[in-house]
Antibody
Framework: EVHLEESGGGLVKPGESLRVSCVAS????????MNWVRQAPGKGLEWLAS????????HYADLVKGRFIISRDNDKTLLYLQINDLRVEDTAIYFC?????????????WGQGTLVTVSS | DIQMTQSPSTLSASVGDKVTVTCRAS??????LAWYQQKPGKAPKLLIY???NLESGVPSRFSGTGSGTEFTLTISGLQPDDFATYYC?????????FGQGTKVEIK
């Protein structure tokens, strides 16, 4: 059974950095592209970043380019999102999600998310 | 980025009703359009991919149509479990984007 579990969220101050993680199980991790999506409290979904199966192709939403860094460790089946220079508006639940296999497939499995709260 | 606009934002309906949600893209996305269902406190669940293909395990009362820039999600015979928020998403080009969501609530 596919399982994704995020961790690393918490309360941080504006300007600080944080790394959230996602551990994957139940599938061959290094066969799939992975993504991060966030959801601010009471708001909609916002796609953040994607990383290919081997880590060589990376895409970011314009909104986070230069401040967020997606990476992965295929040996440990871990996905990461480094968030730098945190802002109050980064307060959200951060979800990791698997991009389904094959040519052009959306997000077929999601974790339950980790809450990042940015406040002074 | 491609903007996705859903309508309506909120929809009140009764069990058994047929409901339709519309999603418009600001630019051509071909048929690379997905629909997700999200319930409070839960992660989104993929319902439909490539405009009209049901994800495994999704009931056949859900259907999707459209192409290019205009798409619809239809629920034929609303069930109690269907009251939730629905999001469309384009995945034609990176810089993937979601619609703002449509909340289907009980009338």
């Amino acid at each position: 059974e596919v399982h994704l579990e995020e961790s690393g969220g918490g309360l941080v101050k504006p300007g600080e950095s944080l790394r959230v993680s996602c551990v994957a199980s139940g599938f061959t991790f290094n066969d799939y592209s992975m993504n991060w999506v966030r959801q601010a409290p009471g708001k909609g979904l916002e796609w953040l970043a994607s990383i290919s199966s081997g880590g060589d192709y990376i895409h970011y939403a314009d909104l986070v380019k230069g401040r967020f860094i997606i990476s992965r460790d295929n040996d440990k089946t871990l996905l990461y999102l480094q968030i730098n220079d945190l802002r109050v508006e980064d307060t959200a639940i951060y979800f990791c999600a698997r991009e389904g296999g094959g040519y052009k497939y959306p997000l077929d499995y999601w974790g339950q998310g980790t809450l990042v709260t940015v406040s002074s | 980025d491609i903007q996705m606009t859903q309508s309506p934002s909120t929809l009140s309906a009764s069990v058994g009703d047929k409901v339709t949600v519309t999603c418009r893209a600001s630019h051509f996305v071909d048929h690379w359009l997905a629909w997700y269902q999200q319930k409070p406190g839960k992660a989104p669940k993929l319902l439909i991919y490539k405009t009209s293909n049901l994800e495994s395990g999704v009931p056949s009362r859900f259907s999707g149509t459209g192409s290019g820039t205009e798409f619809t999600l239809t629920i034929s015979g609303l069930q109690p479990d269907d009251f939730a928020t629905y999001y469309c998403q384009q995945y034609n080009v990176y810089g993937w984007t979601f619609g703002q969501g449509t909340k289907v609530e009980i009338k």
